[in-house]
C-alpha cells in the first residue's frame, strides 16, 4: 500500500489483516495523469518501467504562420502545425524576433493548427521561431519559420463629413453658426478651417475631440452666392483635402454706416497726439515738428501740421479700439485717411505713411 503527500511518497506494507506480501521490482512518477495510450506505453508486467519507451519531441511543420508584412499596434493571427510521433497532445510556444516569448498555448490534437494572435508594438524587421512540447514533457529545438517587415503605426487624415453646415440663406453683416464635423481614423483631436468661398480662410479651430461638431461663427461682409468649403487636420499634421459642403446666398441687408473711431487734426501745440475723435496719439522717438499753417511750393496749405524727422526712431502709435471683422481673430477691414502734401525735397522717393503689426 503506498500513499502520495505533499512531501513525498510512503510506501508501507498492508494493514488490511491478511498480511499479505507485495514485491515492488520498480517505482516511477509522473507528474500528471497518463492517459490510456501512455500507460500501455509502459509495457506489460516484467518489462522496466524506468519510464518505458521515450517520448519523442514533436516536430513544427516549417511553413509561413501568418502575414510578410504588419503594421505596427495592428494584431495579426499567426497559425502554427505541429505532429507528436506519439499523437499525444501538444502545445506551442513563439519567439516574436523581439525579444517577447509567447506563453505555451493550450494543449491542442497533434497535427491540428493553433492560431495565436500578436500585435507588434514597434516598426522593425524580425524572424519568427516555434517550438512545440508534448503532453510527456519533450519539448523540440526552436524551428524558424518565417520574417516579417512591420511598418509604423500611419497616422491617417481626418474625414470631413459632407452635410450643411448652416443656413442656405444669410443677411450681410450679420453673423450665423456654421457646425462641422470631423472624424479622425486615430481618435486624434481634431482642428477644423474654412473656406467661405468669398475669398476669407478661417484660421483653425481649436482642437476638439474627433466625431463632435465644432461651431464657427462667421459675418459675409458683402451679399452674393458663395461655396463653403472646409478641411481637417489631426494633432499628428495629418490634413484633410478641401471638401465641398454648401453653398450660400448673401442678401445685402441694411447699410450699415462705416464708424469713425479715430481722429487726428494737430491743432494743439502743447498737446500733439490730441484726439479729435478716439485715443491719443502716442509719440515715439523725437517728437515731430509742430507749424500752424505750412505751405508747400505750389502755395497750397494746412493748417495745424506736423513734420516728421528723418529716421526711423520717431513714429506714432495710433489705437483704433476696432473689433475683429472680415472673418477669423484679426481686422480685415478698416480706412486709413491722410491729409498731407510733401515737401519738394520728398518727391520722387517712397515714403512710409504707416506701418501694422500684422
Known amino acids: 500500500r503506498m500513499s502520495l503527500d505533499l512531501n513525498g511518497v510512503l510506501i508501507f506494507t498492508d494493514d488490511s489483516g491478511d498480511n499479505t506480501p507485495m514485491h515492488v521490482g520498480a517505482f516511477a512518477i509522473y507528474d500528471g495523469a497518463l492517459t490510456p495510450a501512455e500507460v500501455t506505453a509502459l509495457g506489460v508486467a516484467g518489462d522496466p518501467i524506468s519510464g518505458g519507451t521515450p517520448s519523442d519531441p514533436p516536430v513544427v511543420t516549417v511553413q509561413a504562420a501568418g502575414p510578410a508584412t504588419a503594421?505596427?499596434?495592428?494584431?495579426?493571427?499567426?497559425?502554427?502545425?505541429?505532429?507528436?510521433?506519439?499523437?499525444?497532445?501538444?502545445?506551442?510556444?513563439?519567439?516574436?524576433?523581439n525579444g517577447v516569448l509567447s506563453g505555451w498555448t493550450t494543449a491542442g490534437p497533434s497535427g491540428v493548427t493553433q492560431t495565436i494572435g500578436y500585435a507588434y508594438p514597434a516598426a522593425g524587421s524580425f524572424t519568427i521561431k516555434a517550438r512545440?512540447?508534448?503532453?510527456?514533457?519533450?519539448?523540440?529545438?526552436?524551428?524558424?519559420?518565417?520574417?516579417i517587415t512591420v511598418s509604423p503605426d500611419p497616422n491617417n487624415p481626418p474625414a470631413v463629413t459632407v452635410q450643411a453646415a448652416g443656413p442656405a440663406t444669410a443677411v450681410a453683416g450679420t453673423s450665423d453658426d456654421f457646425d462641422f464635423l470631423a472624424t479622425d481614423p486615430?481618435?486624434?483631436?481634431?482642428?477644423?478651417?474654412?473656406?467661405?468661398?468669398?475669398?476669407?480662410?478661417?484660421?483653425?479651430?481649436?482642437?476638439?475631440?474627433?466625431?463632435?461638431?465644432?461651431?464657427?461663427?462667421?459675418?459675409?461682409?458683402?451679399?452674393?452666392?458663395?461655396?463653403?468649403?472646409?478641411?481637417?487636420?489631426?494633432?499628428?499634421?495629418?490634413?484633410?483635402?478641401?471638401?465641398?459642403?454648401?453653398?450660400?446666398?448673401?442678401?445685402?441687408?441694411?447699410e450699415v454706416p462705416n464708424k469713425l473711431v479715430g481722429l487726428w487734426e494737430f491743432d494743439d501745440a502743447d498737446d500733439l497726439g490730441k484726439a479729435t475723435v478716439g485715443t491719443d496719439l502716442t509719440i515715439g522717438?523725437?517728437?515731430?515738428?509742430?507749424?500752424?499753417?505750412?505751405?508747400?511750393?505750389?502755395?497750397?496749405?494746412?493748417s495745424g501740421v506736423i513734420t516728421t524727422n528723418v529716421g526711423?526712431?520717431?513714429?506714432?502709435?495710433?489705437?483704433?479700439?476696432?473689433?475683429?471683422?472680415?472673418?477669423?481673430?484679426?481686422?480685415?477691414?478698416?480706412?486709413?485717411?491722410?491729409?498731407?502734401?510733401?515737401?519738394?525735397?520728398?518727391?520722387g522717393s517712397w515714403r512710409t505713411f504707416f506701418q501694422t503689426d500684422a
Do not use: C, M
Not at 462667421?218 to 478641411?231: H, Q
Open 186 to 254: 486615430e481618435s486624434d483631436d481634431v482642428e477644423v478651417q474654412v473656406d467661405w468661398g468669398n475669398g476669407v480662410i478661417s484660421g483653425w479651430t481649436t482642437a476638439g475631440t474627433s466625431g463632435v461638431v465644432q461651431t464657427v461663427a462667421y459675418a459675409y461682409p458683402a451679399s452674393g452666392s458663395f461655396d463653403i468649403k472646409a478641411r481637417a487636420r489631426d494633432t499628428g499634421g495629418a490634413t484633410s483635402d478641401w471638401e465641398d459642403i454648401q453653398a450660400i446666398t448673401v442678401d445685402p441687408g441694411a
Open 312 to 347: 526711423s526712431a520717431n513714429f506714432l502709435t495710433a489705437t483704433h479700439g476696432i473689433a475683429a471683422n472680415g472673418g477669423g481673430s484679426n481686422v480685415n477691414q478698416y480706412s486709413v485717411v491722410f491729409d498731407v502734401f510733401s515737401p519738394a525735397g520728398s518727391r
Open 285 to 302: 522717438g523725437t517728437a515731430p515738428t509742430y507749424s500752424a499753417t505750412l505751405a508747400d511750393d505750389s502755395s497750397d496749405s494746412l
Open 132 to 147: 512545440a512540447r508534448d503532453t510527456g514533457g519533450a519539448t523540440s529545438d526552436w524551428v524558424t519559420l518565417q520574417s
Open 71 to 97: 503594421v505596427a499596434g495592428t494584431s495579426d493571427d499567426f497559425d502554427f502545425l505541429a505532429t507528436d510521433p506519439e499523437a499525444a497532445e501538444v502545445r506551442i510556444q513563439v519567439d516574436w524576433g
